[in-house]
């Protein structure tokens, strides 16, 4: 019967914690992705900003490789403003429970993409005009020149 207990004990104390509440054989350490380039943009990211080294420190601690971050960033950045970079909050995303008021508002939206689009039409055909005015102005300057210059060659 000793035996048996000192068999269970044995079981016991290869899998209990430490005495400072860690497992003794994997220290805090172990569990992360210590790859080359990891260690490199977290060191890269302490001596340029060190939040950045900070912030790589713990993603891997948590196992994951650098190279996943720019996913890892853009999926949140979506989850948080319903777009991808750069264009904010989507428009059909609503906090509104109201399904007749968020169609409402997605036509709004819809209205105010249609004249901004027009606006910027419009402003490329008026300089596409100019430049064409600007041609015509400078070939009849030109033709009114040739017209009235005594010293142009007649064949």
């Known amino acids: 019967m000793i035996s048996a207990n ?14 400072y509440g860690r497992r003794s054989r994997a220290g805090c350490c172990a569990r992360g992705n210590w790859s080359g380039l990891n260690i490199a943009a977290m060191v ?3 001596v340029f900003f060190w939040p950045l080294g900070l912030a790589v420190l713990f993603w891997n601690i948590s196992g994951r490789s650098v190279k996943d971050i720019p996913e890892a960033v853009q999926a949140k950045w979506s989850s948080m403003f319903g777009g ?3 264009r904010g909050r989507r ?3 609503s ?3 109201n399904s007749v008021f ?11 993409s249609e004249i901004k689009e027009e606006i910027k ?3 490329r055909s008026f300089t596409d005009f100019r430049s064409s005015a600007r041609r015509r102005a400078e070939e009849k300057e030109f033709r009114d020149f040739m017209a009235g210059n005594p010293a142009r060659e007649d064949d």
Request: glycine residues 10%; aromatic residues 10%; hydrophobic residues 20%.
């Open 6 to 19: 000192n068999s269970t004990m044995d079981n016991a104390s290869q899998h209990s914690d430490g005495p």
């Open 44 to 46: 890269l990211g302490f």
């Open 84 to 86: 991808p970079f750069g």
């Open 91 to 93: 428009h059909g995303s």
């Open 95 to 97: 906090d509104s429970e």
């Open 102 to 112: 968020d169609e409402f508002q997605q036509t709004q939206y819809d209205r105010i």
């Open 121 to 123: 039409n419009r402003a």
